[in-house]
């Protein structure tokens, strides 16, 4: 049972550290917008054989596993939502795992959270009702925010993506950054410009940095709200981050035998997932023998919309990004 819960424990920390390397973790307002659509079916994730677009037909790989990588965040809404199932969490970071069991390798394909798409809502008898044209970190506010919000998520991730199957989800607060943060001891940047210096006066460009507690949480989260774009900045923060963090995660795993239960013990309220024990223990394997390819993201157009930014998607390099992870 103690192996078990260590590989457990390494895919936590494998994917939380992909949480940290690509997510826009950033507490916002939830976006107004009109329900555009009306009794709609579930979106269902039955077992498929191919892919369709422009109306040819993709084999599907064969041997592949998927798994939904979500980053959550929680705010207070000042608006009226009444009539509606909401939990107020923002799916900030989206990433599909696509496993290739033949080519050992894994593809990471990232979700901007600001897509504009039709997303699932749900009544307050957990069935959808329809959909709404909105940006898709929304979809994990329809539901408790627990197991209904993150299938919600993946249906509406997998309809994007060409109703591309997704075998599993895994969620974290983000909450959970500070708690690993802190558990490896602090992680040591060097602050690469001058963006959020106003959020502390120690984020300096070139100035070196031990962050420990909230200040962890700053440097990850933070941007200036007034420039748009500045999620851009606020990434090349998250990639110094997670330099400083992956070297300080193997000093802590080298020195500490424990260390893989701590991590597990202290972040397993945090976590929400349909991995069974044995699923996690394969996910966690791959994650250990496969290549890890780069992380792609789809191309797309950022816009203003009337309060929040928007980005509308390339739906041809989406689908490059589909084809070549899961089809044949």
């Not at 939502?81 to 799916?91: C, D, K, M, P």
């Not at 109703?163 to 950054?177: E, G, K, M, Q």
């Not at 700053?218 to 997670?242: A, C, P, W």
């Not at 349909?274 to 994650?287: A, G, I, P």
Request: one cysteine or more.
């Amino acid at each position: 049972m103690k192996k078990s819960t260590k590989f457990i424990a390494g895919v936590v920390s494998v994917l939380l550290i992909l949480v940290l390397l690509g997510g826009s973790l950033l507490l916002q307002q939830r976006e107004d917008g009109n329900i555009v659509g009306a009794g709609t079916s579930e979106h269902a994730l039955q077992k498929k054989d191919s892919l369709e677009y422009n109306g040819k037909t993709y084999p599907l790989k064969r041997h592949i596993r998927t798994l939904l990588v979500m980053g959550t965040d929680k705010f207070n809404p000042e608006e009226d939502v009444s009539g509606l199932f909401y939990n107020y969490q923002q799916a900030d970071f989206q990433t599909v795992l696509i496993f290739d069991q033949d080519k050992k390798t894994c593809t990471p394909i990232q979700i901007n959270r600001d897509t504009m798409c039709d997303v699932p809502w749900l009544s307050v008898n957990g069935k959808v009702g329809g959909t709404k044209f909105c940006q898709i970190a929304l979809s994990h506010t329809y539901g408790s925010g627990a197991e209904d919000s993150c299938v919600n998520s993946r249906n509406a991730i997998s309809s994007l993506m060409f109703d591309a199957p997704i075998d599993h989800y895994v969620s974290f607060s983000l909450d959970s950054i500070q708690i690993i943060n802190d558990l490896v001891g602090g992680v040591t940047v060097t602050v690469p410009d001058n963006a959020i210096a106003y959020a502390d006066p120690d984020f300096v460009e070139g100035n070196t940095v031990l962050l420990q507690g909230d200040k962890a949480m700053k440097f990850v989260r933070t941007r200036d709200k007034e420039v748009f774009g500045s999620n851009i900045d606020r990434m090349s923060h998250q990639r110094v981050y997670l330099g400083g963090f992956v070297q300080a995660a193997r000093e802590c795993y080298a020195e500490e035998d424990e260390f893989s239960l701590k991590a597990y013990d202290q972040l397993s309220p945090y976590m929400v997932t349909d991995l069974s024990l044995n699923d996690l223990n394969e996910t966690v394997q791959m994650l250990v023998e496969y290549e890890i390819l780069p992380i792609e993201t789809p191309k797309g157009e950022l816009k203003l919309g009337t309060q929040f930014a928007e980005y509308y998607i390339d739906y041809d390099s989406l689908w490059d990004l589909v084809k070549n992870a899961y089809c044949t």
